[in-house]
């Protein structure tokens, strides 16, 4: 492991390589330092890893051995803990399509600003997921990669449309079920947590919208479009429920990865009230 050890408390911690994250003593140092608003330096080497290049592994999915296939994932609302492992799930599955596009060979096509967009959403959902991973500890959703169908992942990546149209349906169901997820939250903390995540999310979605607006948008307003804004003037949401009905709907998890039904306990009445839905036709 070649994480440099933080000799004084104003240093950022240093991340050298993509696989310092898999230590434990590694992500629990980098969580620390960004909970107590300290700076964390990544180099370089940590993203362009993510490719597969640099350690003899050429699996678009990412470094080191992809785990077998996953089963059964289930989630618990009632708290904050069941409620970050669908956040986790959301992240895993982010962070490995993103790792996927930037080593395709549909990537070459792509603008220098795209390229740039889609590096950064890699390297920040890698953040994100590592983030949750080290926060949730034993309660960590499982490494899914292994779960991602791959026949799927291959058709969206055969072309530039496929790959911007799922980015961005990931980016809004991100926002959606962050907004929807809010209420239920118990601990301010988390709440805050959550309201950061979503904030980032948005961003992301506004970006893809402005480089490729959907169908029937105006270029010059898609990034911020009325479709994406209630009559209340509210940003998209959607229930734990029918985040996991989109992201089935995409067709990258295979069946069974997910438990039947994968949500165990909803939220109590004393976390909060389910509202009504809002998601646009098109994202």
């Known amino acids: 492991m070649e994480t440099r050890e933080e000799p004084g408390r104003g ?16 992500r629990r140092r980098f969580v620390q ?37 996953v089963t059964g994932v289930s989630f618990d609302l009632r708290s904050d803990v069941g409620i970050f492992r669908l956040v986790h799930t959301l992240e895993q599955l982010e962070g490995a399509f993103y790792t996927a596009v ?6 070459a096509s792509f603008s220098a600003e795209e390229k740039e967009l889609f590096v950064d959403l890699r390297n920040t959902e890698i953040i994100h997921r590592e983030f949750l991973r080290t926060a949730l500890g034993s309660q960590a959703v499982p490494d899914i990669r292994g779960s991602i169908d791959t026949n799927v992942l291959s058709t969206i990546l055969s072309s530039r449309t496929n790959i911007v ?25 988390n709440l805050l947590l959550a309201g950061k995540f979503a904030s980032v999310e948005a961003r992301h979605a506004a970006a ?19 479709d994406i804004i209630d009559a209340n003037g509210r940003d998209v949401k959607l229930e734990a429920g029918a985040v996991l009905t989109r992201v ?24 909060g009230v389910p509202s009504a839905d809002f998601f646009p036709a098109n994202p």
């Open 165 to 189: 149209n799922t980015a961005r349906t990931f980016e809004h169901i991100g926002v959606a079920g962050l907004n929807g997820a809010g209420k239920y939250l118990q601990d301010a903390r």
């Open 248 to 271: 089935a709907a995409t067709g990258l998890l295979r069946s069974g990865t997910l438990a039947s039904p994968a949500i165990t306990a909803a939220p109590t009445a004393a976390q």
């Open 11 to 26: 240093e950022p911690l240093v991340i050298a390589r993509a696989g310092d994250l898999m230590f434990a003593s590694t």
């Open 208 to 226: 893809l919208r402005d480089i490729s607006p959907p169908a029937g948008q105006n270029a010059n307003t898609a990034f911020a479009g009325d």
């Open 33 to 69: 330092r960004l909970l107590a608003g300290g700076a964390v330096m990544m180099l370089p080497s940590v993203f362009s890893a993510c490719d597969g290049s640099d350690d003899g592994n050429d699996n678009p999915l990412g470094p080191g051995t992809i785990p077998g296939p």
């Open 102 to 107: 930037v080593a395709s060979s549909t990537f």
